[in-house]
């Protein structure tokens, strides 16, 4: 697989096919769901509604935590770096699990294609590099 940057200018944008978004709901694996909710319930105590409004929030705290939960869903591997020795695999990841399997549908359900390719995006480069 490679990795590469799309870029577009004005003009081919205007030529791309309507955009089409299908929502999947995808259960996280254990133990990492009963992690992501430990961390949530954290999150909720610290920022939820029993915060004092006197209290000064720290913006860029928040948007760590929040991006912390954000990386737990998408793989367990992007908050718990490798810790004492142990190697995450891909198939930890539950969003990685399904989008595989999707790939795998898509690429024998279109055989007439020569060189089948995919662009699959993240918002996080350490997602797409395992």
Not at 72 to 89: D, F, M, S, V
Not at 110 to 120: D, N, Q, S, T
């Amino acid at each position: 697989m490679q990795t590469f940057t799309l870029r577009r200018v004005k003009a081919n944008l205007l030529e791309l096919p309507k955009e089409v978004q299908n929502e999947i709901g995808i259960e996280i694996y254990e133990p990492w769901k009963t992690l992501y909710f430990k961390k949530h319930e954290a999150f909720s105590a610290l920022y939820g509604k029993q915060m004092s409004k006197a209290v000064q929030w720290d913006s860029s705290e928040v948007s760590s935590r929040l991006s912390d939960l954000r990386q737990l869903c998408n793989h367990p591997a992007l908050i718990e770096r490798e810790e004492r020795g142990r190697r995450y695999t891909w198939k930890e990841g539950s969003k990685l699990v399904d989008l595989v399997s999707h790939l795998k549908e898509f690429f024998q359900n279109e055989p007439g294609l020569r060189y089948p390719k995919a662009a699959v995006s993240s918002e996080y480069k350490s997602f797409l590099d395992m």
